[in-house]
């Protein structure tokens, strides 16, 4: 878990190590394949499965648009890492669409 929040950490300073970690259960065995657990910003099947299954289900962002947007936002933020923890890129996503607190 701490390992998770050092990682969101270098991106929001602030960041709330319960929202990290209801993140982290909310994946839950995912996080144990290493494929599973980093995100593919040039893999378009990988991202409209962020947006459809995290934006969408998870966040209730129904508009398709501003749910890409927000993930390109952090492709950009991160594009300085070559392999993006999905706890981070979901944190950034969830902190973007200004819906942590429903978490």
């Known amino acids: 878990m701490?390992?998770?929040l050092a990682d969101v950490q270098r991106y929001d300073a602030d960041a709330d190590?319960?929202?990290?970690?209801?993140?982290?259960?909310h994946l839950g065995i995912a996080l144990r394949s290493r494929d599973?657990?980093?995100?593919?910003?040039s893999d378009p099947s990988e991202l409209a499965r962020v947006r459809e299954k995290w934006c969408g289900k998870k966040l209730g962002?129904?508009?398709?648009?501003?749910?890409?947007?927000?993930?390109a936002r952090v492709c950009e933020a991160m594009k300085g890492d070559r392999?993006?923890?999905r706890v981070t890129f979901y944190y950034l996503v969830a902190r973007d669409m200004g819906?942590?607190?429903d978490l």
């Open 83 to 85: 392999q993006k923890q």
């Open 61 to 71: 962002e129904a508009d398709e648009a501003a749910a890409d947007a927000v993930i």
């Open 17 to 25: 190590a319960g929202v990290v970690e209801k993140i982290v259960k």
């Open 2 to 4: 701490s390992d998770y």
């Open 36 to 41: 599973a657990s980093l995100v593919s910003c």
């Open 99 to 101: 819906r942590l607190g």
